[in-house]
């Protein structure tokens, strides 16, 4: 059997899950299944590489040692609570503990047809959103932010009716360190079922904060160390210019993984309010709203968290303030460390942050691509020719200011004692060449809608080495020429 499945979620009381089983899908095809990811999960890859394989995660045959259920939880969706959400089209296959690692993972079949929390939903997904998914997550593996993986894409072989008509389905095979979410808690608070909030904590404590468990009060502890992965990771999303789109309080997960790709997209051009989510009318979720809306989230965890935190209601308030009291500076310090090293300086400071500030103001009257920007600053660090000068510069609406932000870098840089060899490696390994950008991802989903791969596979293998120049791919950096510019983005679920 493929899976040495060690499950432990299914072994919470009841009223976490509700055990179903996927339906099966009528000719199901694989279109993508990550070798190399299942060696490292501990899979017997070739037994999961054929038609046995195939038949386990399009949900058509059970796995050994599989015993698949839904996960209950609830959100806040724009702002708006819903007791009653859950996985309505997602099913946990099982648990595997990582070959190298050591590390739990969640495998999940999303797509996999109808479960209990399905409401209205059919359960499934469009081949569209498997796509996107499936190239968006493993870009941001390979540009280094936490994230769930891509396990397996497959094509279900039947239709399903979405908005724009019928569209071929797909399911995706997700893999996470847990599928636990803000909401989640949320769940058992929303029930006051305080006894399983307990056994929820208790849980996230063993499998994702260990520490925790040794501080005088472990639940505050655990509190305080989801907030800081929080911080850490939106600062991460900031500096690569990824706008995740429904930052539902639903799709936070409290491992500190990236979760749910829907309307994601990084920015082409720099706009602080840009925002591409076509159900996000009011921009609740922008790029520059994300770490408001982060610590937004944060509050409703540790609301829901209360009961835990102390005995007495005003002690746990002051517990819950004092914890969240936190996330603007963990933010400020990781943002401020993150774009500071896309100029060249390893341990910025306030005073790096301020040119950093200037480059962004520059930027954003020139509607500037964010990538290019950075991708280009990394050849202008030496003092100076025209020909290295000219692509950042080339980006800009007049050369005037740009030009004078570069002389001020760079004597910046030579004040800071930091050489322009130094600066250069330290911007090649943080500002990449490649990224996911929408209009390629469009294409690889029209052409995979129908059933050419070939865009699919090429996207995602030139973003596996995204910090890389790849001379034969180099039109893949381009940013959209005005008629390929994709304005918004849809869930599509
Ligand atoms: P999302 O916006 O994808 O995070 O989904 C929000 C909620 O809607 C979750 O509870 C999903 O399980 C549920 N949902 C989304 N799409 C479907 C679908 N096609 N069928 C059933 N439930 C769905
Ligand atoms: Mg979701």
Known sequence: MPFPFDNSYVNLPDGFFQKVDPTPVSAPEWIALSREFAAELGIDVDKLDSPEGLAFLAGNAKPEGSDPLSMAYSGHQFGGFSPQLGDGRAILLGELIGKNDGVRRDIQLKGSGPTPFSRRGDGRSALGPVLREYLVSEAMAALGVPTTRALAAIWTGDNVLRDRGYEPGGVFTRVGKSHIRVGTFQWFAARQDHENLRVLADYVIDRHYPDSRDSENPYRTLLENVIQRQAQLIAKWMHLGFIHGV???????????????????????????????????QGRYAYSNQPTMAHWNLTRLAEAMLPLLADSDDKAVTEAESALEKFPDIFQTALVSGFTKKIGIENGDEDDWKIVQSLLALMHDSNADFTLTFRHLRNAAQDSSETDDRPVIDLFQSPEPISKWLAEWRSHLQKAGISAEAATAQMLSVNPVFIPRNHRIEAAIQAGMKQDYEPFNQLHQILKKPFEEQPEFSEFEAAPEASEVVCETFCGT
Do not use: R, V, W
């Not at 309080?249 to 076509?278: H, Q, R, V």
């Open 247 to 281: 930052m539902n309080t639903d799709n936070m997960a409290i491992s500190g993984e990236t979760i749910d790709y829907g309307p994601c997209a990084f920015m082409d051009d720099y706009d602080p309010a840009k925002k591409f989510s076509f159900i996000d009318q």
